[in-house]
């Protein structure tokens, strides 16, 4: 009997210490296997595109995301559902100061501060930053193997992207441009 209990004792003392000196783990993202997607409407319809992941990681603990750093590229906005003119005209205006004004700011990031595990995915909380301005952010990630992807609603007005919007002009009729865009993330690693 009093060796069973010393086995039962030394059982868990070997499983809480190898929990306890567990390494969180880094994952890299695949840069080029990963994808965003981007949709903005408008009272008359809608623009579609992509957009390119520059670099991205995640840190996890067991099953626990703890954190992960991901810089989008802004240089890389592509309209999607427009060709020739048109399409050149909308990338360029998005690239502007109008939109996101990527000569003063290239780049994007979402910085991960935690991500929950439930029944649904992760619940992440994080910050994002756009033209230089940092808002928080939560959002729903599902991972599945060694890909992980998230839909997100952002409000363009709080990055100070206020062309056309409703919510800071008047008399915009059918110019109107809604304040929320949306991103589709499909992230390799």
């Known amino acids: 009997m009093k060796t069973n209990i010393f086995k039962g004792i030394g059982a868990s003392v070997l499983i809480l210490t190898t929990v306890a000196f567990t390494k969180p783990m880094e994952k890299e993202m695949t840069v080029k296997e990963s994808t965003i997607t981007w949709k903005g ?10 957009i390119n992941l ?28 427009l060709k020739g003119d048109s399409k050149g005209k909308l990338e360029g205006h998005l690239k502007s100061d109008d939109f996101f004004g990527i ?18 995915g992760y619940y992440i909380n994080g910050d994002i930053t ?17 890909t992980a992807t998230a839909s997100l609603k952002i409000d363009r007005t ?21 304040d929320d865009f949306e991103l589709d993330v499909t992230l390799k690693f």
């Open 41 to 50: 409407k408008k009272i008359t319809g809608s623009h579609y595109g992509s």
């Open 54 to 81: 520059k670099e991205g990681s995640m840190t996890l603990d067991g099953e626990q995301i703890v954190s992960g750093k991901f810089v989008i590229d802004m240089t890389s906005i592509v309209v999607e559902d």
């Open 158 to 178: 709080k990055f100070n992207v206020r062309y056309g919007s409703g919510s800071f002009f008047d008399n915009l009729g059918d110019n109107t441009i809604y």
């Open 130 to 146: 756009i033209k230089g301005i940092t808002e928080p952010i939560s959002f729903l990630l599902k991972m599945d193997g060694n």
């Open 103 to 120: 000569e003063n700011h290239p780049t994007s990031t979402l910085i991960i501060k935690s991500g929950n595990k439930t029944a649904e």
